[in-house]
């Protein structure tokens, strides 16, 4: 999974959906956003701390070259190395190099993004590595052979039932659909993998450039198990994750947890300086940060559209999301789902593969309210709209050619005055067949789009005459 | 001094909801609120704005701008979503330092959504309405998120006397319509249809109330489907209701 598609199909993914996935995902984002409002009303500062962030964010990416450069010099004088990757063949490249260099066997992974992104867990597997993801979720979803339906709840589509059945059937274990005893299943399977990998990998949630510093936020330990035990650790973090100093960091991380499951702050919040100095020290022989680039240097050149990468990935966007709420992270083809995967996705894939995204949404803007860092989603769904349908700069139009000229009429006919004032006139004489106490119930096609859900309200415009009978009689 | 107003009546307004507009104007007219009516009004551009086609969207706003830019008076509609584009969206269509974008810029100052005009500009609350019924209210998007509008309805339908208020769970959750979204989607539509028609259904109100006609079809058509007698009615239509004039007049919604 996570495999680079070559055409989301959104629409059709909607007219079959799962029945138990919407459940589930409400479920587990109601209760977030729940303890997410707690927060909130916890911190009068928090509109305050939302402008600061989103200040924070904008300012590094218009000076990324600048951060990027400082956090490579920092993380190699404190013993790291560094390897830049223009894309997800490059990015895989690099991190089979370095294991291969190191006779890797087995990998130990923490739950990570930017590896979903480069579909890295294939590319280890077949070259012979054994890789373990050791997040409860992923390692859930790994079993299962998809990939995250959620930004930080990845298996946040599964009933527990579900999970007990999966545990049961791959792992020979008789599983009972308890929380508690599963994630016991889990922890004994992974034990023994932290002891036997060579080589652990992770993600990012931030780059300290101020001393080359790397966060990782979890929920489990797992990520201190896999950045400390084996010799070795790889990072692979996207550019855009990088931040000036300590200070801003704070502020960023006041926000995250908040906004991803309602949490004060994470259980771990790790801050790794590059490898062990000295022996008896804690920590791998070497650290290794690759950084990805896969088409975000490309997002930064669209003064518009460059706003996406303020995204911090606290999926806070999704938990709210009444589309993402009924439909699930799958819908929408790629490593990341809902509002931010709906914008993020055509970006770096490209309108022509995932042109249905950015039309995945109400426009209701309840994503920008809850965005920690203020990523204007809807306005970039607009702005991607139009390209989808326009073209602009960055890419010719991909709707099709019936879409383009019906809408460029029924401009033409709004367009015009009188033109419309007829057509009004005439809207209650056509439609007269099907109308029923006021309503349409059925309607011919393209119009049975609407009926099929719910019926049209009769045509029924009268307020004209109105407004001239009454102006005459003064 | 009297104030005047233009009335901007929106398409889906004029299409569907005409006794809304009938309404609107009785009541600014109560509250001693001259109306104007420009003739040549059409459509202001949102769906096409919405569904990417921004040229097309340029067009009819650059003839929106020209139509209501004949008068300086205030221009109030009954749609927090055409009030949004206006507001917020001409100002995206015109790069700055177009004559386009400086009327843009003058006219978004000046138009108002129907609930935020009495709030805001002519400093009212109590309409003297009078409306003897249970209501459910649902939070348009666009009104809610769009304009920032999160308690002028509320506060107006709250001095409605008879009217009793009954809390709606979901209140901001969108109801699905999202314009082209509908459409697009329909089965996403239908689903969040379908979770707001229930927590209408479970308040044991006999109308729900919104300030979008956008909202009204979808919903309406969601009750009306789900063979429900619960009616949505716009707020407009509540606010204009008084003891002498017989209360709600509308088609068969």
């Known amino acids: ?474 | 001094m009297t104030q005047k107003v233009q009335l901007f009546i929106t398409c889906l307004g004029e299409q569907f909801y005409p006794t809304v507009l009938e309404g609107m104007v009785t009541l600014l007219e109560r509250l001693g609120v001259e109306c104007q009516f420009p003739n040549a009004q059409t459509c202001c551009g949102q769906p096409f704005y919405n569904s990417g086609f921004q040229s097309e969207a340029g067009k009819l706003a650059k003839t929106w701008l020209q139509t209501f830019g004949q008068s300086e008076a205030p221009i109030v509609s009954p749609s927090g979503s055409c009030v949004n584009m206006v507001r917020h969206h001409y100002l995206e269509l015109f790069p700055a330092g177009t004559p386009e974008h400086a009327q843009a810029v003058a006219i978004a100052q000046r138009t108002y959504e129907f609930t935020e005009y009495l709030v805001h500009v002519l400093n009212v609350t109590d309409v003297g309405a009078y409306f003897p019924h249970k209501v459910t209210y649902h939070a348009s998007c666009h009104v809610l998120r769009g304009l920032g509008l999160r308690t002028e309805a509320k506060q107006l339908l709250g001095a409605v006397r008879g009217l009793e208020m009954i809390p709606l769970n979901g209140e901001e959750t969108c109801c699905g319509f999202g314009g082209v979204f509908s459409v697009v989607y329909p089965e996403i539509s239908r689903a969040m249809l379908r979770d707001k028609v229930q927590n209408i259904l479970a308040t044991g109100a006999e109308m729900v109330v919104a300030s979008d006609a956008g909202c009204l079809m979808n919903i309406g058509g969601g009750l009306r489907k789900a063979g429900s007698s619960i009616r949505a009615v716009h707020t407009i239509e509540i606010l204009a209701a008084t003891e002498s004039n017989g209360g709600l007049k509308r088609g068969a919604q």
């Open chain 1, 1 to 474: 999974m996570s495999e680079r598609p070559t055409y989301i199909k959104f629409g059709e993914y909607t007219e079959h959906i799962p029945a138990n996935i919407p459940a589930a995902v409400q479920q587990a984002t109601g209760r977030f956003l729940d303890l997410y409002q707690t927060r909130v009303s916890e911190m009068p500062q928090w509109e305050e701390l939302r402008q600061a962030a989103s200040d924070i964010r904008l300012h590094t990416l218009e000076n990324l070259d600048f951060y990027l450069e400082k956090m490579e010099q920092n993380v190699r004088a404190v013993g790291g190395q560094v390897h830049w990757t223009a894309d997800a063949a490059q990015a895989r490249a690099t991190v089979l190099e370095i294991a291969k260099e190191h006779n890797v066997k087995t990998a130990v992974k923490v739950k990570s993004m930017a590896t979903e992104e480069i579909g890295l867990n294939h590319a280890l597997e077949a070259a012979g590595i054994q890789t373990y993801e050791t997040d409860l979720g992923e390692f859930i979803i790994q079993l299962m052979g998809t990939g995250p339906s959620h930004i930080i709840v990845p298996a946040v589509h599964l009933k527990k039932e579900e999970v007990a059945d999966l545990f049961t059937q791959k792992l020979g274990v008789k599983a009972p659909p308890d929380p508690v005893k599963l994630t016991a299943i889990a922890r004994a399977t992974l034990r023994e993998k932290f002891l036997s990998a060579e080589m652990g990998i992770s993600g990012g949630n931030f780059l300290v450039a101020e001393t080359g510093t790397l966060v990782i936020v979890t929920n489990e330990g797992n990520g201190r198990m896999c950045t400390t035990m084996p010799d070795l650790h790889v990072a692979v973090v996207g550019v855009d994750k990088v931040v000036p100093d300590w200070e801003t960091l704070t502020v960023l991380l006041k926000l995250l947890a908040r906004s991803a499951t309602g949490q004060k702050l994470s259980t771990y919040t790790a801050f790794i300086s590059g490898p062990r100095r000295a022996a008896g020290e804690n920590g791998p022989k070497e650290f290794h940060l690759v950084l990805l680039d896969n088409g975000r240097s490309k997002i930064l050149e669209d003064p518009v559209a460059r706003e996406t990468l303020k995204c911090i990935r606290c999926g806070g966007c999704l938990n709210v999301c009444p589309v993402y709420k009924n439909v699930g992270g799958f819908a929408y083809g790629w490593f990341i789902s809902g509002p931010i995967g709906a914008i993020f996705s055509p970006q770096i894939l490209g309108t022509e593969a995932a042109r249905e995204l950015p039309f995945a949404s109400s426009l209701c803007g309840a994503c920008a309210d809850v965005c920690p860092v203020k990523v204007p989603i809807p306005k970039i769904l607009l702005h991607l709209r139009r390209r989808v349908v326009e073209g602009d700069q960055f890419a010719p139009p991909s709707a099709p050619v019936v879409v383009r000229t019906g809408a460029k009429l029924g401009a033409f006919v709004l367009g015009i005055p009188w033109l419309y004032r007829f057509g009004t006139r005439l809207l209650p004489i056509f439609t007269a067949p099907f109308r029923k106490d006021g309503w349409m119930p059925s309607l011919p096609a393209p119009a049975n789009l609407w009926t099929k859900v719910r019926p049209f309200p009769a045509f029924r415009a009268n307020f004209r005459q109105w407004w001239a009978k009454r102006t005459k009689r003064g």
